[in-house]
């Protein structure tokens, strides 16, 4: 029976599904290539095998969601089973996933999203667990509650052995930077997980119509524009240095903000005594430093070279945003970028992902 269909016996793990091409060979430039074994793309470089990880895909657990009568299917996602899924990992060259499920219970009451939150994390662990070769999980956390969510971390990094947790941009309105989540963010900077945040759009301007028309701006500006606001926020507000340890992977290419961050230092100067207290370091330095890391999802090879001028090549990691098809060809995006070594190609692939998610070669 397929992994992803309902039983009497236990929750179930369902994808979200859409038809995605294939992408191109990867060239002989450089000494990088591929090789197809039993239909699956192994990617080699410089002559060696790349584990390739992909730390943004999208699934869903239906019987957590339905504990808050969350709609399982929303316009414009189709369902399929597990066997599509690797298929597409097969296609395009990805060995694993690191799954994360997008947070729609921040609103939820304690009880039941205590609850939904328990059923979530089981049924992630069995599923990897059925496919562990392919398959790791970001775990789910209720931050509307800080101190239960500081309680669900350790239980699913100490007990079910979660490699990192994921996080929306803000919850149910309210930033990460607030003081109330610091229980949250210790936790997370005690156990030294990876923080996967992933916004769900800056719903707080779309009443006034500003997002409205065409271009479906509520997800291509509001969605890098919410991670924009959150990091930002994270930087001013002190967070990142009260929590030294934290290790946050944004979404997306980490929003706005790493293309635009001068901005953010030159603020320091320009407006002194509205910026609050200073943080330790100049907004570009959290950027470039060891605290956050961002994902490739940057469309372009001159996108992409300049993120990683801008954070490091040890910060920036392999992301599809699967089963969405804006990165449908990952492995040729990342062999695009002007410049790069086969070391720096093996980081973004895989080997910085490996290190962060605790994965073997």
Same mark, same amino acid.
């Given at each position: 029976?397929?992994?992803? $269909? ?28 591929? %090789? &197809? ?5 192994e990617?080699?470089v ?16 239906? $019987? ?15 369902? !399929? ?6 298929? &597409? ?10 799954? !994360?499920?997008? *947070? ?7 009880? =039941?999203v205590?609850?939904?939150?328990r059923?979530?994390n ?8 059925? &496919? ?11 931050? &509307?509650?800080?101190d ?28 990460? =930077?607030?003081?109330?989540?610091? *229980? ?14 992933? *916004?769900?759009? %800056? ?11 065409n ?12 991670? %924009? /606001?959150?990091?930002?926020?994270? /930087? ?7 929590? *030294?340890?934290?290790?946050?992977? =944004? ?12 901005? !953010?230092?030159?603020? @320091? ?15 570009? $330095?959290? @950027? ?40 449908? =060809? ?12 086969? $070391? ?18």
């Amino acid at each position: 029976m397929p992994i992803s $269909e309902t039983t009497d016996t236990g929750p179930s793990l369902a994808f979200v599904g859409c038809e995605i091409s294939a992408g191109a060979d990867v060239g002989a430039g450089g000494g990088s290539g591929h %090789t &197809q074994a039993q239909g699956r793309r192994e990617v080699v470089v410089s002559g060696k095998r790349v584990k390739t990880i992909d730390v943004h895909a999208h699934c869903i657990v239906p $019987e957590a969601a339905q504990l808050i009568n969350h709609p399982l299917e929303a316009p414009g996602l189709l369902w !399929s089973n597990v066997g599509d899924r690797l298929a &597409q990992m097969d296609q395009t060259g990805v060995d694993v996933e690191a799954l !994360s499920i997008n *947070p729609y219970w921040y609103r939820a009451e304690r009880d =039941a999203v205590a609850e939904l939150i328990r059923v979530q994390n089981e049924t992630l662990v069995e599923f990897c667990a059925s &496919q562990p070769d392919r398959f790791v999980a970001f775990a789910t956390a209720a931050l &509307q509650y800080p101190d239960l969510a500081a309680e669900q971390v350790e239980q699913a990094v100490k007990t079910l052995g979660f490699r990192g947790i994921g996080v929306a941009g803000s919850v149910a309105g309210e930033d990460l =930077a607030n003081p109330k989540f610091h *229980p949250f963010w210790a936790k997370c900077e005690e156990l030294g997980v990876l923080v996967f945040m992933h *916004p769900l759009g %800056t719903r707080e301007l779309e009443p006034s119509g500003r997002l409205a028309g065409n271009g479906l701006l509520t997800n291509t500006i509001g969605n890098p524009l919410e991670t %924009t /606001i959150a990091l930002s926020h994270l /930087i001013f507000e002190g967070t990142l240095d009260r929590f *030294p340890g934290l290790k946050i992977c =944004a979404a997306h290419g980490g929003g706005f903000l790493p293309s635009y961050a001068n901005r !953010s230092d030159a603020v @320091i100067t320009t407006f002194p005594n509205r910026v609050g207290p200073l943080p330790k370091k100049k907004p570009t $330095e959290y @950027i470039r430093g060891g605290q956050l890391y961002f994902d490739s999802i940057m469309f372009t090879g001159e996108g992409m070279r300049h993120l990683i001028a801008e954070a490091g090549i040890d910060h920036v990691v392999l992301g599809t945003d699967y089963p969405f098809p804006w990165n449908t =060809a990952p492995v040729d995006h990342i062999m695009s970028i002007p410049g790069l070594s086969d $070391e720096d190609r093996i980081k973004i692939l895989g080997g910085t992902a490996a290190k962060l998610l605790g994965i073997e070669g």
